[in-house]
């Protein structure tokens, strides 16, 4: 490169670094308006990028044609200076615009959650429909609860489940299950003793061992308790039936006189 081109280029330059520096005064007064122009930053911006690239170039060729070090120390600080005004000149206008970005999106959140009259009105006057659900005793639960759990569920899974089909599922589980062993007795003597409340009464069918031939029906009154684990402390809910005796005797019990083959031994 001869002397007159390698004074060409450093003309151009000049000329562009001189631009750089109008240009961030410029944008630098357009940033402390209180009123700023977002057109005019935007533009200035694109400019001084595109100096910028154009100013990488001419440096090259420029630097390349110094032999003293000196000489090119000083034009490489030089460079870096006018690269370094522009690349602050771009993050003050990008923090500006950063901010601005923002305060519309929290101006749009609060324009969202902004409720007029009419939507408030419509808010205030809407009425969620009645919903209309069964009222439940504690017995009445008690009573639905054989519906799920025990191993007779399956019996009477076609029982709609309602406090007053109870009655129809134990008469089920009667029949199917009950011939008196099956169930929870208390003596008569007992309950009174200790003052159960009677819920109701039940048929109870009382067979002997080896079939129903002998069986015997009678209606008992049917009692409810809790029962408490000590331990636990876990308390539940019990039916038994109250009846006279739990366990009589069927046959007589053997005695020495009706037994001759018995010998008794010291």
Known sequence: MNTKEHKAIKVKRGLIRSSVTKLIRRTDEELNKEDKNLDILNDNLTVLLEHKEILEGLDKFIECAINNDDELEKEIE???????????????VNRYLGKLNKLQELSTLNLSNVTTEPERKLKTNTKLPRISLDKFSKEDLDDILVFHFGPTATAISGLPLTPENYRKAVDILKDRFDTGSARTCITRGLGRRLGLQITGQEELNITAFGGKE????????????LLTDENTEHTMSIEALEIETICPNIMAAPTLSNCPAIKLRN
């Open 214 to 225: 002998d069986a015997q029906s009678t209606i008992q009154n049917r009692v409810r308790f």
């Open 78 to 92: 030089g460079s870096l200076e006018y690269t370094e005004s522009i690349v602050l000149c771009k993050s003050r």
